[in-house]
C-alpha cells in the first residue's frame, strides 16, 4: 500500500492529468486495490467524454454575426469617432512627412527626431526602480516651476489620473536643440507611461497626432504651439491614444 | 482596435461553447459571449499582456453569468451551497429516472455547473479554474468532487447521497 493515503483530491488530480508523476503509482495501486473507486472515476471519466461529444459541435459552428461584429467594431460609438478623428489625422501627418521629405534635408525631421529621442529617455528611465525621477510628484509645484524656467515656457503636468495614471514626478533631459523635460506616470500595476516635452522649431507650429512603435514602445506624437510633445508607453495603442488625448485636450481647454 | 479584435475572436468558438453548456440556452448563451466580449474590449487595457487571455475572458463571463443568476433570481443571491442542496434533494431533481447529459447539468448548482465545464469541458488547470472563479483550490477541488458525484448519480438515476463526501484536503 501506498504510504500516503491516497485523498478525493488526488483522484480528481490524476483523472484531468494533474497529478505529479511520482504520485501516480501510489493511484494506480489504490485504484486496483479498490474497484468500486476505480468504477467511480471511470464514470467521471466517461463524463468530461460526454461532455465533450456533446457541446464539442458548438466549435464547428459558424461564429453569429453579431459576435464577430463586436470585435470589428468597438462597441462604443464616441470612442469610434474619436479614433476615426485621429486616424486622419494620421494620415494627414503621414503624407505631409513624405511630401517634406524632398524638400527638406536627409535628417530625419525634427519631429520624428522627437519621437525617437522620447522612446530613448523612455527605456533608459522607466526601468529605474530608486530613481525613476529627479524631482518627485509630492513638489510638483517646484517641478513644473523648474522645467517651466527651462525649457522657456510655461510647461505643466497634465493629470492623467481618469486613464488610471498617477504622476510620479520629472526630470530635465537634454535634447537635440537645448534642455527638454521628461513627466513620468505609473498605474497601479506598475505600468509607466512618459510625456517628453520640448521646444518646437518656430517655423512649426502644426498640430497633429502621429504614432510610431518601436518593438513593444508606441509613441504618440505632436506638435502645439511652442513645444512639442511626445507620450511613451509599452502600453496598447489605444489606451495609449486616450492618455495623449487627454494631454492634448489639457493644453487646449 | 484592430488587434485587439484579431486577438480576441479565434477565442469566440470556444467561449460559445463554453456558455452554451453553462446556460443549456442558444440564445442566452450568446447573449452572454456578446456581453462578455464587449466588456473585454471596453476594459483591454486591463489586460497583462503574455498573461492568458482565454482565461481572462472566462473570468470576465463567470462575472457577467453570477451576476445574471443574481439578477434573475433575488434568492439565489447569499443562499449558500448548502441550502441549495437541500432544496434539491426534496424537490424535482429527486428523481430516479435516468437523465440525459443535458438534463443532469441543469439541475446542478451553478457553482457546481461552471467548476464541472471549465475543468472537464474546457480543460483548464485547476488552479486556473480557482483564478477564474476567484475561489481557493481547495473550494475548486471540493466544489469538483461534489459536481462530479452528484452528476454521476444524476445520469445514474441514483438519490443524491444522504451522507457529505469523503473531506478534501
Not at chain 1, 1 to 21: K, N
Not at chain 1, 56 to 69: C, G, S, Y
Amino acid at each position: 500500500m501506498s504510504p500516503i493515503p491516497v485523498t478525493e483530491a488526488d483522484l480528481h488530480a490524476f483523472l484531468d492529468g494533474a497529478l505529479p508523476e511520482a504520485r501516480r503509482g501510489d493511484v494506480e495501486a489504490y485504484l486496483a486495490a479498490h474497484p468500486d473507486e476505480a468504477a467511480r472515476l471511470a464514470a467521471y471519466r466517461q463524463q468530461i467524454e460526454g461532455l465533450r461529444a456533446r457541446f464539442d459541435t458548438v466549435l464547428e459552428e459558424p461564429v453569429p454575426e453579431r459576435l464577430a461584429q463586436v470585435v470589428q467594431l468597438p462597441p462604443r460609438r464616441p470612442a469610434l469617432l474619436r479614433v476615426a478623428a485621429v486616424s486622419g489625422w494620421l494620415v494627414v501627418g503621414a503624407a505631409a512627412g513624405w511630401l517634406a521629405r524632398g524638400v527638406e534635408a536627409p535628417s530625419p525631421p525634427r519631429t520624428v527626431q522627437i519621437a525617437r529621442d522620447a522612446a530613448l529617455a523612455h527605456a533608459v528611465y522607466v526601468p529605474e526602480v530608486r530613481h525613476p525621477v529627479e524631482v518627485a510628484a509630492d513638489q510638483e509645484e517646484h517641478l513644473v516651476a523648474w522645467l517651466s524656467k527651462r525649457l522657456g515656457g510655461e510647461v505643466r503636468a497634465p493629470q492623467l489620473t481618469a486613464q488610471g495614471f498617477h504622476l510620479v514626478g520629472g526630470r530635465l533631459l537634454p535634447g537635440d536643440a537645448g534642455p527638454a523635460a521628461q513627466f513620468m506616470y505609473q498605474d497601479n500595476s506598475g505600468r509607466r507611461l512618459t510625456l517628453y516635452v520640448r521646444t518646437a522649431a518656430t517655423e512649426n507650429q502644426e498640430t497633429a497626432f502621429r504614432f510610431t512603435q518601436e518593438g513593444g514602445v508606441r509613441v504618440f506624437y505632436w506638435v502645439d504651439g511652442p513645444f512639442g510633445y511626445a507620450l511613451t508607453g509599452e502600453i496598447e495603442r489605444e489606451p495609449l491614444l486616450r492618455a495623449a488625448n487627454a494631454v492634448y485636450a489639457q493644453f487646449n481647454p | 482596435m484592430d488587434d485587439l479584435g484579431a486577438l480576441i475572436a479565434p477565442q469566440i468558438p470556444r467561449l460559445r461553447r463554453y456558455a452554451r453548456a453553462l446556460t443549456g440556452e442558444r440564445g442566452r448563451a450568446d447573449d452572454l459571449v456578446q456581453d462578455t466580449l464587449e466588456r473585454a474590449l471596453g476594459r483591454f487595457h486591463l489586460w497583462r499582456r503574455g498573461s492568458d487571455l482565454r482565461a481572462w475572458l472566462f473570468t470576465i463571463m463567470h462575472n457577467l453569468f453570477v451576476n445574471q443568476v443574481r439578477t434573475a433570481d433575488p434568492l439565489a443571491d447569499g443562499a449558500d451551497l448548502d441550502t441549495v442542496t437541500v432544496a434539491a434533494r426534496g424537490g424535482p431533481a429527486d428523481v430516479t429516472d435516468l437523465l440525459d447529459l443535458d438534463a443532469a447539468l441543469r439541475r446542478l448548482p451553478d457553482e457546481h455547473r461552471e467548476v464541472l465545464l471549465l475543468v472537464g469541458l474546457e480543460q483548464l488547470s485547476h488552479q486556473e479554474a480557482a483564478a477564474v472563479l476567484g475561489v481557493p483550490l481547495g473550494t475548486v477541488m471540493s466544489r469538483l468532487s461534489r459536481a462530479r458525484e452528484r452528476l454521476r448519480r444524476l445520469m445514474a438515476g441514483e438519490p443524491a447521497p444522504s451522507v457529505s463526501l469523503r473531506v478534501v484536503k
